[in-house]
């Protein structure tokens, strides 16, 4: 496995094998065990859109296995003065870096890199296309709270057109025959869903989608990919499409609240249940950390 690019071309065994792996480096941890596993490895975070999560947990993954991690961001590389995507990643390259983690607003662009470089490429978010390692993580908190992925119903609600988390976690749960169920606005789904697997459902009423489910995961709108008008206002969205304690209940007793962030609370999600005791918002972000771990150590193995 030299790089990841997606969850599509995974197989059953393939996602297993790196949550298991992820268990070994969750939860308090040994620096001394994991401290040489890329040790002498140079990992570059290059980020062409904003993140919080995802950069931090990257680079406290990579230092927490040893390597030398080192993070470029767009505002502050050449490409503001024009220089294009694939001189960047070649200069980067040529400096010897062993791994490296793209996010970039293009769909495709890991994938391109990938066939132009040495160095092993980690899909970290490429525009409305994939984002793999954030489906492991959010499959690696539902395995750890319920067990197990199979047999569940997952729904997944918000800008689904746009959502590259929608549609890594939809092809990966899929895997399992885990059934999926998308809503949203109908000017934000997708004009042919099938395509994300056969395990997934669409529904235009959001209190259908969420009676009986075992996990809920919310997505932001996603304004800085809006082509137009797609909504008419956020208070109607809330209404319409937002989870509050009162819709939650339709869903199973205890079942998990997720999102990938960030949130845009009072939006798609309501205080009350973002902070509440079913959310595993903050666990999400704590196996992201592990299912780094065992992404950057599986490719550069």
Excluded: W
Excluded at 24 to 32: N, W
């Amino acid at each position: 496995m030299r790089h990841l690019l997606g969850i599509d071309g995974l197989s059953e065994q393939d996602i297993t094998s790196l949550l298991d792996e992820a268990e070994r480096y969750f939860g308090p941890h040994d620096p001394i065990a994991t401290r040489n596993v890329l040790r002498g490895k140079t990992v570059l975070n290059v980020f062409f859109e904003s993140s919080t999560r995802t950069r931090t947990s990257f680079e406290l993954a990579g230092k927490r296995l040893g390597a030398d991690v080192i993070n470029i961001a767009a505002s502050s590389s050449s490409v503001t003065k024009g220089e294009t995507l694939l001189d960047t990643v070649k200069n980067v390259e040529a400096m010897q870096s062993d791994a490296i983690v793209l996010r970039h607003s293009a769909s495709g662009a890991p994938h391109f890199i990938a066939r132009h470089t040495g160095a092993s490429i980690v899909n970290a978010g490429d525009g409305s296309h994939e984002h793999p390692t954030q489906a492991l993580l959010d499959a690696f908190t539902i395995r750890k709270r319920l067990g197990k992925l199979a047999g569940l119903t997952v729904v997944v609600c918000g800008d689904i057109l746009h959502s590259r988390v929608a549609r890594s976690n939809a092809l990966l749960l899929g895997t399992f025959g885990t059934e999926v169920r998308l809503c949203g606005p109908r000017t934000m789904m997708p004009r042919e869903p099938n395509v994300l697997g056969p395990t997934v459902r669409v529904f235009d009423r959001f209190d259908d989608a969420i009676e009986g489910a075992d996990v809920v995961m919310m997505l932001r709108i996603q304004n800085e990919r809006l082509g137009g008008t797609m909504m008419s206002t956020t208070r109607e969205y809330s209404r319409t499409f937002g989870l509050n304690p009162r819709r939650l209940r339709l869903a199973k007793p205890g079942a998990l609240v997720m999102h990938p962030g960030p949130i845009n609370r009072g939006v798609e999600l309501d205080n009350a249940v973002a902070d509440g005791t079913q959310s595993v918002i903050l666990d999400q972000v704590e196996a992201g950390v592990a299912v780094r771990c065992a992404v950057l150590a599986r490719v550069l193995s």
